[in-house]
């Protein structure tokens, strides 16, 4: 029996049997043992307490590592609870995960937190990390854990018990006078926490759920040094400036109403001409690629989605039924089955293949209020949706084009970094999906198959396909390497099955097509707000929703500012003209707030001259030139991709 240990420079070495996660690290060197946060035992994460079995193989992990990281901060969540509890006794505790980049806890309390409340459970909690507590894990029968929460008062950890699968172990973790249910695993003690932020608190349903109770998160993170919560609060300070809320209302671009209710979005003037840019750079790049393009009803009869399979498997997402002449009818959730609709309109050959049926299509989703967050989760959004219907042999090349298109949009429009992930059906829980066996590999060794042949680096995801297909899900990373959902390419045999669609074969006989579902931007609104924070609301110039607003001096300069921008938009750009009775300084100011990429100041020179000043957004003052050399000089970046 041995136990075979990995340590973070990538070299091996054998541990004796019976040894803990402790053990090991502390035996290896006292530097290790210092900086070891937890291990991966034969891929599964553990606690430096736990025991290793024999014939292991052990990772060790540190705070470099993303799971040494979640075990440092899950353990830190457990510190903000027995804080939490110490100072607010009659709080009752729901869940407390780990999450990128921090953790969070939810509880019950009467009141809302305030910023002083935080900053009173951030001193506690400081306080409970300096006391050094050990962290005593303990496995425990149903009936007692059970008990033991009911006795405490914790309503929440009851119902968590009780979800927990029979036979499934259950534990506890103790820290002083702090209990708490948890899988963990966790540091050895309190003290091993160094630096601490609770960052917010907000209002959360018990689980997700708006009839369930509200509840009141509270966010925060934790770092090994320093310098690295630093660093990290100015990466917070910078994704607050380009929060996407906040800059749509301040540059006019989008609201929500909540007197048409939550995640129904208005496009305003500008976010409308920003959105019609980025709809006919998609329509003419799909027309170049061979789509025909449609429009399909917003709502269908209800049998449509029971053939679908997404009255079976997607219906929590799905709005109520309406009658219609004693008929059901639903908003559409996708437009899959109206593409199939119009497939089966006519006889298909083998010859008509591939068919690509392209649309902006609105469908409608049911959120619940808790997860809605500004375009990013919405109940009614644009999918740029297209289904490819082609035949088996068809099936790789069209993968490939698919991935040579949103490689090219992406770069348009600014992405150059994002990865793939190849979503796959969880082997292990075949009943969650449709199709036999033999579908599910053929549609996986297809979309594998197209990475390969371009050279897309992707990781894969056992378990995260669609119930009726796998996928290559894209994640886009923006300038502060945030990652935002994005393109996603599904390989589809069942829908034909389930419609029923063919074409004529070669061989005269009726064959299935393949469907390939794929969205290049997702969704105009999610698409819209990544677009707004990447570029920090100051898009390129071809997509500025104004490109060059001039800015007359004085009244007597209004004539001449109307003819600038009279002879720019011959060259066509978007100008405006602002003729406020304001100074020229408030006028620049504004133009640099409301992010236009080229501001013109107009006078008595200029006027004479027939010149503009020129200002730009980034480098400021750009000096005077005439009216058609500034002309000349942002022609290339009129057109999509042009950056500046």
Request: hydrophobic content about 35%; glycine content about 10%.
């Amino acid at each position: 029996m041995s136990i075979q240990v990995t340590l973070p420079d990538g070299s091996v070495r054998a541990c004796p049997e019976g040894s803990t996660v402790r053990d090991v690290a502390a035996g290896i060197g006292p530097g290790l043992a210092a900086a070891a946060v937890g291990a991966l035992v034969d891929g599964r994460a553990r606690g430096l307490a736990e025991s290793i079995p024999g014939d292991a193989s052990v990772a060790v992990l540190t705070f470099a590592d993303p799971k040494g990281r979640e075990i440092y901060r899950h353990t830190t969540s457990h510190v903000l609870a027995q804080a939490v509890k110490r100072l607010f006794p009659e709080a009752k505790l729901a869940i407390g995960p780990p999450i990128e980049d921090g953790f969070y806890y939810d509880f019950e309390v009467s009141r809302p937190f305030t910023p002083d409340d935080l900053t009173a459970i951030e001193a506690e909690m400081g306080r409970i990390i300096e006391d050094d507590l050990p962290l005593e894990r303990r496995e425990i029968s149903r009936e007692e854990a059970r008990g033991l929460f009911l006795g405490l008062g914790e309503r929440f950890k009851v119902d968590l018990v009780e979800d927990i699968p029979e036979g499934e172990m259950i534990t506890i973790y103790k820290q002083g006078d702090f209990t708490d249910l948890c899988a963990g695993p966790h540091l050895p003690s309190t003290g091993r926490i160094r630096k601490i932020k609770l960052l917010s608190a907000a209002g959360a349903y018990w689980r997700g759920d708006e009839r369930q109770p509200m509840l009141q998160r509270i966010y925060g993170t934790s770092f090994e040094k320093e310098s690295e919560l630093i660093a990290y609060l100015q990466r917070l300070e910078e994704a607050r400036k380009r929060d996407h809320r906040r800059l749509g209302k301040e540059l006019g671009l989008y609201q929500i109403h909540e007197e048409t209710g939550p995640g129904l979005v208005f496009w305003y003037p500008k976010g409308a001409r920003v959105r019609e840019l980025i709809e006919d750079f998609w329509r003419r790049e799909h027309r170049k690629r061979g789509y025909d393009l449609v429009y399909t009803p917003h709502i269908g009869k209800i049998d449509l989605w029971e053939t679908s399979g997404h009255l079976d498997w997607f219906r929590e997402n799905m709005y109520s039924p309406m009658e219609v002449e004693g008929k059901e009818y639903m908003l559409k959730p996708m437009n899959c089955p109206f593409h199939i609709l119009i497939y089966e309109s006519e006889t298909r050959s083998y010859r008509d293949l591939p068919l690509r049926i392209g649309e902006l299509g609105t469908v409608y989703r049911y959120e619940r209020s808790g997860v809605l967050h500004g375009l990013l989760r919405v109940r009614g959004f644009t999918q740029d949706d297209a289904h490819i219907f082609c035949r088996p042999d068809q099936l790789e090349d069209e993968l490939v084009e698919v991935i040579d298109l949103f490689q090219h949009m992406m770069k348009v429009f600014g992405f150059d970094n994002y990865e793939a992930l190849l979503a796959l059906r969880d082997p292990q829980s075949k009943k969650k999906y449709i199709g036999e066996d033999a579908v599910w590999e053929r549609a996986e060794a297809a979309l594998t198959a197209a990475l390969q042949r371009k050279n897309l680096p992707y990781t894969r995801g056992e378990g995260d396909a669609k119930f009726y297909g796998p996928a290559i899900d894209i994640t886009l990373k923006d300038a502060l390497g945030r990652g935002w959902q994005g393109p996603t390419i599904q390989v589809d045999f069942n829908e034909p099955e389930r419609f029923g669609i063919n074409y004529m074969g070669e061989d005269g006989a009726r064959h299935r097509p393949v469907i390939v579902h794929r969205v290049v931007l997702g969704s105009m609104e999610r698409f819209f707000g990544s677009l707004i924070e990447h570029h920090a609301g100051a898009f390129p110039t071809w997509l500025a929703p104004v490109q060059v607003r001039v800015l007359p001096i004085a009244d007597r300069h209004h004539d001449y500012g109307a003819e600038v921008r009279r002879k720019l938009e011959e060259h066509g750009a978007r100008v405006e003209v602002d003729r406020r009775n304001e100074k020229i300084g408030y006028k620049i100011r504004d133009a640099e707030l409301q992010k236009i990429p080229y501001m013109l100041v107009v006078g008595d020179r200029e006027a004479a001259e027939g010149k503009v000043a020129v200002r730009q957004r980034e480098k400021g003052d750009l000096g005077p030139m005439p009216v058609e050399e500034f002309a000349a000089r942002i022609a290339p970046y009129l057109r999509p991709g042009g950056a500046v």
